[in-house]
């Protein structure tokens, strides 16, 4: 589980929202992700967390192979996301099966 991060860089409407917390995110059943995918979703979580610290673009590219132009789209467009389950999809949001599932909802929006 991840620990609570310092929040260094400021997202507005999510980070600056009084309570934000990375510790209430729901979290996805790991147990039942491939290798594969459990691999891309430990390198996407550690790149939000680094990225959400307010680490340099460079460094989280380097550290986790995430593109930084990606970064601000899965926080806002994934993580922060409604879930059919009334919470919003948290680390959900970066697991690959989510990818369809979020694509498809956009295109009933």
Known sequence: ??????????????????GFSLEGWPHPDLG???VQNLERYLRRKK?????LQGSAYAEIQT????QARFLN????ERC?????????YGWRGLVVAADEL????ADFD
């Open 80 to 88: 922060m996301h409604l879930h059919p389950d009334g919470r919003i």
């Open 102 to 105: 979020l694509t498809h909802a």
């Open 32 to 34: 039942a992700l491939s």
């Open 1 to 18: 589980m991840v620990k609570d991060v310092l929040v260094g860089r400021n997202l507005k409407g999510i980070t600056d929202q009084e």
């Open 47 to 51: 790149a939000v967390t680094l990225y």
């Open 63 to 66: 550290a986790t192979g995430v």
């Open 73 to 76: 789209r899965m926080v806002r």
